[in-house]
């Protein structure tokens, strides 16, 4: 097999399976392109990215371009590129960097395009109680993840799946179906087919906005939004004042009124606009996770006490 001169473009952990699988097959990386170091952790020192780190490991170029018109001509000085590969990048490819790799530029995308357009695919999935997703190989348009789709693997979503696991999960899945129609693709075997008009759907980016828990919506719902919204934004709630991030719950047999603690027994069991909701997980601003009823107890909440809209804790 003669070795493909391969780019890559990715930020986070989940783009480093499909850099380490390249590397492992035997193809020429020539250069990876990633977000800038920023800011992390409680003493918030600049730290480079997944991709930055892994890159540099293995003596790879590494280039931060802050602007599209950057990207593309750096991408142009290191000469012919079969492929520009792309996960989780964050930053829009311009025309000309489109047009530059000799077979294009190809994206792992965590869902079933044309399902979960955007941003967030894989929170939006959970969050909606999508049964099934997956990962698209799609050749890269000048639209928003809008590119003919080259293949696909489907992944169900486990009831316990949180975006921490699932989008680990999607990552060794996509990484691997890479590889595998990398080079049937640079050889014409494969297509690129174009996503159906029906079905499409955006996955908005997260907020910090979104974090609190509106206790009238269904146990279901906010059950799906704490695992979705795992690890940020998290979820959160208050009482009398005092906020904490709601960690792990689940739907639990019981009713009453919305916010209202109607017991402490396997967790914090409140009642929400459909059923209730048993917290079983719960982190106070500045303090580690623990168990919700120990938290219960050293905050004194009791059966008939009610939350409040929460502002974003930050623990």
């Known amino acids: 097999m003669t070795p493909l001169r391969i780019a890559f473009a990715g930020t986070p952990e989940f783009a480093r399976p ?22 992390a952790g409680r003493g918030r020192q600049m730290t480079p990215s997944v991709i930055r780190a892994t890159a ?5 170029a590494v280039f931060t371009p802050a602007r599209g ?7 142009l000085a290191l000469g012919p590129v079969d492929v520009l590969v792309v996960a989780a990048y964050g930053l829009l490819l311009p025309p ?12 792992i995308h965590a869902s079933l395009l044309p399902r979960w357009r955007g941003a967030a695919p894989v929170a939006r999935a959970i969050e909606a109680g999508d049964p099934v997703t997956g990962v ?10 809008t590119g003919g789709t080259i293949a696909t693997a489907r992944v169900p979503i486990r009831p316990d799946d949180t975006t921490v696991t699932l989008t680990a999960e999607l990552a060794r899945i996509g990484a691997d179906l890479l590889c595998d129609t990398l080079l049937a693709w640079t050889q ?16 908005r980016k997260l907020t910090r906005s979104e974090a609190p828990l509106d206790w009238h919506q269904p146990a279901a719902v906010l059950e799906r939004r704490i695992r979705a919204f795992t690890p940020w934004p998290g979820t959160t709630a208050q009482l009398r004042g005092e906020p904490v991030k709601v960690l792990a719950g689940q739907v ?9 603690i109607l017991a402490l027994a396997d967790g914090v069991i409140v009642g929400c606009g459909e059923g209730a909701l048993a917290l079983t997980r719960l982190q106070q601003p500045g303090k580690p996770a623990q168990p919700a009823a120990l938290v219960a107890r050293r905050l004194g909440w009791q059966p008939g006490d009610v939350f409040t809209a929460a502002s974003c804790a930050r623990p």
């Open 18 to 39: 499909a850099l380490l699988c390249l590397l492992a097959e035997g193809h020429q990386v020539v250069a990876c392109f990633t977000q800038p170091d920023r800011p």
């Open 252 to 260: 639990w047999d019981s009713t009453g009124r919305p916010g209202e």
């Open 96 to 107: 000309g960097v489109l047009a530059a790799p000799r077979h294009g530029c190809l994206n």
């Open 188 to 203: 014409g075997r494969l297509r690129a087919d174009p996503q159906p008009r029906s079905g499409a759907s955006y996955a």
């Open 56 to 60: 540099e490991q293995a003596g790879i």
């Open 136 to 145: 698209t190989i799609m050749h890269m348009d000048e639209g928003l993840d």
């Open 69 to 75: 018109a950057d990207l593309e001509a750096a991408l």
